[in-house]
């Protein structure tokens, strides 16, 4: 099993910033992702890093304005959201297991973090 716990959400101008962290407990896990939901919308990948290489990956919307990172010996994970929208308001949620970008592909997931970004 793995446990996993966010924070870091909240209310932001745009053009803002904001960092989200993910602190993870349990078993290892291959990957880690951050996916959003919007209200009436589908769950959205965001970003993804696999934990023992430090890859990365980026959903268009958010190539050059987030970077996932992680901090091994903290088991956390996070994500640096520059340059914030409208568009990007959303709970956030952080998740672990197999990689890529598709929700399946993760056992785990965090309660979600509430991000909300005013015009």
């Known amino acids: 099993q793995v446990q996993l716990v966010e924070s870091g959400g909240g209310l932001v101008q745009a053009g803002g910033s904001l960092r989200l962290s993910c602190a993870a407990s349990g078993r290892n896990v291959y990957a880690m992702a951050w996916f959003r939901q919007a209200p009436g919308k589908e769950r959205e990948f965001v970003a993804e890093i696999v934990w023992s290489r430090g890859t990365t990956s980026y959903a268009d919307s958010v190539k050059g304005r987030f970077t996932i990172s992680a901090d091994n010996a903290k088991n956390t994970m996070y994500l640096q959201m520059n340059d914030l929208t409208p568009e990007d308001a959303a709970v956030y949620s952080c998740?672990?297991?197999?990689?890529?970008?598709?929700?399946?592909?993760?056992?785990?997931w965090g309660q979600g973090t509430q991000v909300t970004v005013s015009a």
């Open positions: 998740a672990a297991g197999l990689g890529g970008r598709y929700p399946s592909r993760y056992a785990w």
